[in-house]
């Protein structure tokens, strides 16, 4: 992911170059570079795409993980509520280490 955003960073600085040339000339050659801005922008959305997709894997990841802990606690809902009052009123776990 690091990598992911030096690279998109490296293409909007190159955007910007190109932009600022083609500012300034004319001609032929604000064709070629309006072709290389195109590539360029191109490559820039790839690169965020790329971003988006690892971003909605790991969000995936971490609701099956949130899934997964609320189910547990659903099947250890009893013994979570009685731990948690015994706690409250100072009565000792005979289970704890």
């Known amino acids: ?36 801005l195109r590539e360029t922008v191109f490559q820039q959305f790839e690169v965020r795409q790329q971003r988006r997709r690892l971003e909605l894997k790991r969000l995936e990841e971490e609701l099956k993980h949130m899934q997964e802990v609320i189910e547990r606690r659903d099947k250890a809902r009893d013994q979570i509520i009685d731990r948690h009052i015994s706690e409250l009123i100072g009565v000792p776990d005979e289970m704890r280490f």
Do not use: C, S, W
């Open 1 to 36: 992911m690091f990598e992911l955003g030096q690279k998109e960073n490296q293409l909007e600085m190159k955007v910007r170059q190109l932009l600022d040339q083609f500012r300034v000339v004319e001609g032929d050659r604000k064709e070629e570079i309006k072709g290389e």
